[in-house]
Nanobody, 116 residues
């Protein structure tokens, strides 16, 4: 069964750190691009960053460049998103995503709350 299981997230204050994890199963993880998306409250889903199987990285949002770090461990079949210096505007539900065989697979979502 193709599955992405997320962990991490939580409630922090501005300037703090969180790490999200996403464990994959049911497909050849190391060969696929992995993505992190987020959906802020009342807003549309947006791509945060993506990483190829060989760890070529692209950050889609200028606001996270220099603060967020996407990475992967192909042996552990795990995708990470390290989020440093979190800001109020980073509050969202974060989802990992892959498209094995052209079919979108989504993680279960991780709520990140940033408040003073």
């Amino acid at each position: 069964q193709v599955q992405l299981v997320q962990s991490g997230g939580g409630s922090v204050q501005p300037g703090e750190y969180l790490r999200l994890s996403c464990v994959a199963s049911g497909f050849d993880f190391g060969t696929y691009v992995m993505n992190w998306f987020r959906q802020p409250p009342g807003q549309e889903l947006e791509l945060v960053a993506r990483i190829t199987g060989s760890s070529v990285i692209e950050y889609n949002l200028d606001s996270v460049k220099g603060r967020f770090a996407i990475s992967r461990d192909n042996l552990q079949r795990t995708l990470y998103l390290r989020m440093y210096n979190l800001q109020l505007e980073d509050a969202a539900v974060y989802y990992c995503n892959a498209r094995p065989g052209g079919v979108d697979v989504w993680g279960n979502g991780s709520l990140v709350t940033v408040s003073t």
